[in-house]
């Protein structure tokens, strides 16, 4: 069975930071994309950013300069560094994988962990 888990998620004012984690379990996807994404209220889920197998990464325009994903593929880990966070921010963020070092269609996913940012 495989299982994604987020957390670091909380309450942090406008120019903080957090740290994101995601635990992957049942499988290595070390192989794999994989991503962050968020779904703020009354919007649709987007991507926040992704690393490939190679390291290549990927970040949307909104988040580039404040945020960095990194992954540690002995201790399968996933991470989101967040820096100077904005309300904007505010979301449930989930981190996911795809099935394969070919695809580019996530299916796996996590519960997702909640970020507010106050203003």
């Known amino acids: 069975q495989v299982q994604l888990v987020e957390s670091g998620g909380g309450l942090v004012q406008a120019g903080g930071s957090l740290r994101l984690s995601c635990d992957v379990f049942?499988?290595?996807?070390?192989?794999?994309?994989m991503g962050w994404f968020r779904q703020a209220p009354g919007k649709e889920r987007e991507v926040v950013a992704s690393i490939r197998w190679t390291g290549t990464t990927y970040y949307a325009d909104s988040v580039k300069g404040r945020f960095t994903i990194s992954r540690h593929s002995v201790m399968n880990l996933l991470y989101l560094e967040m820096n100077s966070l904005k309300p904007e921010d505010t979301a449930v963020y989930f981190c996911a994988a795809t099935a394969s070092r070919t695809s580019d269609a996530y299916e796996y996913w996590g519960q997702g962990t909640q970020v507010t940012v106050s203003s």
């Open positions: 049942g499988r290595s996807f070390i192989t794999n994309t």
